[in-house]
């Protein structure tokens, strides 16, 4: 069991049902009155993120999650299907539980998926990938010098701003923790 006091950024537990992770929390000691404890969390199984605020002496039974390195293979319906790499198992998750991953997502993608009692319960993405522009509006000769940008969408679909000089066919590096545009790939 782990009491209120102790929790941390990126520790999991079970509560009403559910397994939360927490994001961010803080200790307050008021003048008045008793301490407490407020956190934001987010919860594996739906994606949603809360503020609560517990009591130092509450009790939370902790998830014990398991981590795999797996392979993102291809898209079936709507589920995705991964494949462990160790034992070469095929895994289908749903989009709820691949959430923004899904924008980031491309063939043979090795990433980790994280497991709660042999179910997967979310997608954690490298920082960086490299993906291909699939599309983008020819830009004007002699706008490259400027800091305009322009959307272009991605082989998984995803789109986002990215300079004038970045042409359809270019690899591009992009942060999967902001989803923002970062360099153009020279392969």
Do not use: C, W
């Not at 923004?100 to 042999?118: G, M, R, S």
């Amino acid at each position: 069991m782990i009491p209120a006091n102790d929790l941390r950024t990126g520790v999991t537990f079970e509560m009403d049902g559910g397994i939360y992770v927490v994001i961010s929390f803080q200790h307050i000691k008021p003048g008045k009155g008793s301490p407490f404890v407020r956190v934001k969390i987010k919860n594996l199984d739906t994606g949603n993120i809360a503020e609560k605020t517990f009591r130092p002496e509450e009790k939370f039974k902790k998830a014990f999650l398991e981590r795999k390195k797996m392979q993102y293979l291809y898209r079936e319906g709507e589920n995705y299907v991964f494949m462990d790499l160790e034992t070469y198992e095929q895994v289908s998750i749903s989009p709820d539980n691949v959430g923004d991953a899904a924008n980031f997502l491309k063939d043979n993608l090795e990433l980790t998926i994280v497991f709660y009692k042999d179910r997967p319960v979310s997608v954690d993405l490298p920082t960086f990938v490299e993906l291909k522009v699939t599309h983008a509006e020819p830009s004007v000769r002699g706008d490259t010098a400027t800091t305009a940008m322009r959307q272009v969408v991605l082989e998984s679909g995803y789109k986002l701003n990215v300079p004038l000089f970045v042409n359809e066919g270019d690899l591009i590096k992009v942060d999967t923790r902001t989803g923002e545009y970062l360099e153009r790939v020279n392969k």
